[in-house]
T-cell receptor
Framework: DADVTQTPRNRITKTGKRIMLECSQTKGHDRMYWYRQDPGLGLRLIYYSFDVKDINKGEISDGYSVSRQAQAKFSLSLESAIPNQTALYFC???????????FGQGTRLTVV | QKEVEQDPGPLSVPEGAIVSLNCTYSNSAFQYFMWYRQYSRKGPELLMYTYSSGNKEDGRFTAQVDKSSKYISLFIRDSQPSDSATYLCAMSALGNNRLAFGKGNQVVVIP
């Protein structure tokens, strides 16, 4: 089983719909991140959390919200999806003392 | 100016050639420098990790850091078709492990 698991792997949704992307990890890491990846723009940080009670905005948080339900779970919500949120979304974890980040397999989201 | 600059232009090389990738950065607090490799339809995976300035070699891969110039490089010797992937540089500051990524370079090694 993967250490960082994202569900769903692929999703097509309509404009205006609410959608949740989920991430769970078995690495026991405190830090979790949500990124989106777009061609030519690289990875951009949406939100991050350093522990269960900690939520921080990244560089592109508008239109997104997150919930850290437990140390192992970090979900990303799009309250009202719009087409320019079509992208590849990655969850990542990082240990408190380690710099290496471990990524999930990604969720390909298409908003039509 | 973004914290990390990486020219995202694709790079095609013949098998066996040396691949040279680089990033520049503006934050002098960065101390940890990494290269991630991302295959198509997969998440990025750590390839090389360097602390502060200097060189690090791992098989066919060499990572270089020049903090005085705020410049890092990745070299791939004897490139193979299996090296075809996107390579992203990443870095972080001491005491703040949040990673700043470059845009990534798509590398294609042609057999």
């Amino acid at each position: 089983d993967a250490d960082v698991t994202q569900t769903p792997r692929n999703r097509i949704t309509k404009t205006g719909k609410r959608i949740m992307l989920e991430c769970s990890q078995t690495k026991g890491h405190d830090r979790m991140y949500w990124y989106r990846q777009d061609p030519g723009l690289g990875l951009r940080l949406i939100y991050y959390s350093f522990d269960v009670k900690d939520i921080n905005k990244g560089e592109i948080s508008d239109g997104y919200s997150v919930s850290r339900q437990a140390q192992a779970k970090f979900s990303l919500s799009l309250e009202s999806a719009i087409p320019n949120q079509t992208a590849l979304y990655f969850c990542a974890t990082q240990g408190h003392k380690n710099t290496e980040a471990f990524f999930g397999q990604g969720t390909r989201l298409t908003v039509v | 100016q973004k914290e990390v600059e990486q020219d995202p232009g694709p790079l095609s090389v013949p098998e066996g050639a040396i691949v040279s990738l680089n990033c520049t950065y503006s934050n002098s607090a960065f101390q940890y420098f990494m290269w991630y490799r991302q295959y198509s339809r997969k998440g990025p995976e750590l390839l090389m990790y360097t602390y502060s300035s200097g060189n690090k070699e791992d098989g066919r891969f060499t990572a270089q850091v020049d903090k005085s110039s705020k410049y890092i490089s990745l070299f791939i010797r004897d490139s193979q078709p299996s090296d075809s992937a996107t390579y992203l540089c990443a870095m972080s500051a001491l005491g703040n492990n949040r990673l700043a990524f470059g845009k990534g370079n798509q590398v294609v090694v042609i057999p």
